[in-house]
């Protein structure tokens, strides 16, 4: 069964991470069946990370939208995968990751991420990341399951 429109509200039930560092604003879609969830970010101009990335000519660092993909990750576990809902995740690995064109204020992010395949406490999916339907960046994603004291 699809989920759709997942508010702010939720998210923050969901993901650990606050202001300035929660990078999903809402989530469009979770289709369990398929293994995808397609989330947005919505790039403001007032970003903190603008004032130094670059001034003057400002551009969302690709490290963000990795960790926004990864938070769009994060999301879909914490939804689907019953027993990781009260688990911690850390990023394990980022593999292929490719960056096509900027991120600037005013764009919208649609991340999506498909392909959940789980090894005991590790999970790898596929993430990208499309501003006005043009890939922005690409990347496969590990994430590992850690005991809260451990992280």
């Known amino acids: 069964m699809k989920i759709l429109n997942l508010e702010a509200r939720r998210i923050l039930t969901l993901l650990p991470h606050r202001y300035p560092f929660l990078l999903v604003d809402r989530v469009e879609e979770i289709d369990p069946e398929r293994a995808y969830i397609r989330a947005v970010k919505n790039v403001s101009h007032n970003e903190p990370f603008f004032l130094g990335h670059f001034p003057g000519n400002p551009i969302m660092p690709g490290v963000l939208i990795i960790e926004a993909m ?12 019953e027993d990781c809902r009260d688990k911690l995740f850390v990023f394990a690995g980022i593999d292929r990751a490719r960056f096509r064109r900027p991120v600037l204020p005013g764009d919208t992010l649609v991340i999506e991420a498909e392909g959940f395949k789980r090894r005991g406490h590790v999970i790898k999916s596929t993430a990208r990341a499309t501003v006005n339907g043009k890939l922005a960046a690409e990347a496969e ?9 451990n992280a």
Do not use: D, L, N
């Not at 990864?70 to 995968?81: C, L, W």
């Open 141 to 149: 994603i590990t994430a590992a399951m850690v005991e809260e004291e």
């Open 70 to 81: 990864a938070q769009t990750g994060g999301i879909y576990i914490k939804v689907v995968m």
